[in-house]
């Protein structure tokens, strides 16, 4: 099981949270009991959030600031606060189990810290992906004070050359190192006095990054950050099918050789955060070869972004495919209703991808098999 599950319901019993983790338990067994409707009975158990689509760092891999830029021209406006606060409230009203903020960088938005906060209010585990640029002390010592449940801070490199060029911010390396070592100070500080902010480092696992796994597990563990943990290189533009974001890699013998490294690694040190089972697959991904799971990301997952767009999963997000607009007051009724149903029928066996939040929750109830590229996925 991947560690940070372990790590958050740890966190959540000892502050007395023991009901939001028993119903977390009974919506994580939905998938074993699939019904024929393609309506869960309750809501999602991971709930994501596209605060906005702008970022301050130009990385090679991703074109979400570039989204901003052409919805902006097409006279597109992202949701004010209150706007936000109201999906966060659908999420509450379906029983979501976890919210998971994101960008572009969330913390670009003035308002990131009081979402967090609304968030944690209305008893959803609660969680930040960034770049962790824009976190001066205030600020970090904000996100430990109100027990926000986690952050995760992207980090691509065990130097600057690396981290910087991958990232496209020329000092960028320097500033994230300062500020994962701020929050894990910050962290210890505070907990003591309530539930315990977990600090993870994420990285995109990649040819220039994949010689470096040995010494990024050695700066994750002097940082003091909790975990380190690894997601293989999709390839993800706008517009594209689904099926294509884990295409065959020319490189794809050097990293089956990353990760048998990164696996030995992760029986030696408990800082990888990734599951065995999870980093088994890194091969077939880069391989271009189908995901042996069946993926339950519709029926567990649901993503809204800045201007009210629905995905089935963050894949889908990440190639921009949405399935319908909404105010957030509609959320709870969208996800029940026979829309997103035939959605779910229709991705049902979808085997495209390898992103991290899904594959490994995908682990908790199969065991990889051999598998075939889904027709299903053709054409989102």
């Known amino acids: 099981m991947r560690r940070q599950y372990l790590d958050v319901v740890t966190s959540r019993l000892r502050s007395g949270g023991w009901t939001s983790v028993l119903d977390a338990g009974l ?27 702008v970022c301050n760092y130009n990385c090679g891999f991703c074109e979400l600031p570039q989204r901003f830029v052409r919805r902006r021209g097409e006279g597109w406006s992202e949701f004010d606060t209150a706007g936000w606060k109201s999906v966060l409230r659908g999420f509450a009203a379906l029983r979501t189990t976890g919210i998971g903020f994101t960008g572009g960088e969330p913390f670009l938005r003035a308002d990131c810290a009081e979402l967090l906060e609304y968030s944690l209010s209305l008893g959803m585990v609660t969680h930040v992906n960034t770049n962790a640029h824009l976190l001066d002390d205030a600020l970090v010592d904000r996100l430990t004070a109100m027990g926000l ?30 500020r994962i070592a701020a929050l894990a100070r910050a962290r210890d500080l505070q907990a003591s006095s309530g539930r315990r902010t977990r600090i993870g480092i994420t990285c995109v696992l990649t040819p220039d990054n994949a010689e470096q796994v040995e010494e990024l597990a050695d ?12 997601i293989p290189m999709h390839e993800l533009h706008d517009g594209d099918d689904l099926a294509d974001v884990a295409p065959e890699r020319s490189w794809a013998a050097k990293m089956e050789r990353a990760t048998t490294d990164l696996r030995r690694l992760r029986r030696e040190r408990s800082i990888i955060e990734n599951s065995d089972a999870y980093l088994s697959l890194f091969p077939r991904c880069f391989a271009g070869k189908p995901s042996p799971l069946r993926c339950h990301a519709p029926s567990t997952s649901m993503v809204v972004d800045a201007y009210g767009r629905v995905f089935p999963c963050v894949p889908l997000s990440e190639v921009d495919r949405p399935i ?13 209703s026979e829309t997103y149903a035939l959605e779910r029928r229709r991705l049902s066996g979808c085997t495209a991808c390898y992103w ?20 299903d996925v053709a054409g989102l």
């Not at 700066?219 to 690894?230: C, H, P």
């Not at 098999?369 to 027709?375: E, M």
Request: proline letters at 5%.
């Open 27 to 53: 919506k994580a067994l939905g998938p074993l009991f699939p019904g024929g409707s393609g309506r869960p009975e309750a809501g999602p158990i991971l709930g994501t959030v596209i605060l906005s689509y």
């Open 149 to 178: 449940d986690s952050v995760n801070v992207s980090l691509d490199g065990s130097d600057a050359a690396t981290h910087d060029r991958l990232r496209g911010h020329r000092g960028s390396f320097e500033r994230v190192t300062d």
């Open 219 to 230: 700066l994750a563990e002097s940082l003091g950050a909790d975990s380190l943990g690894f």
């Open 324 to 336: 319908a607009r909404i105010r957030g007051e509609d959320l709870a009724a969208f996800w029940k």
């Open 356 to 375: 991290n939040c899904h594959t490994e929750m995908n682990l908790l109830w199969q065991r990889p098999t051999g598998g075939r590229r889904s027709r």
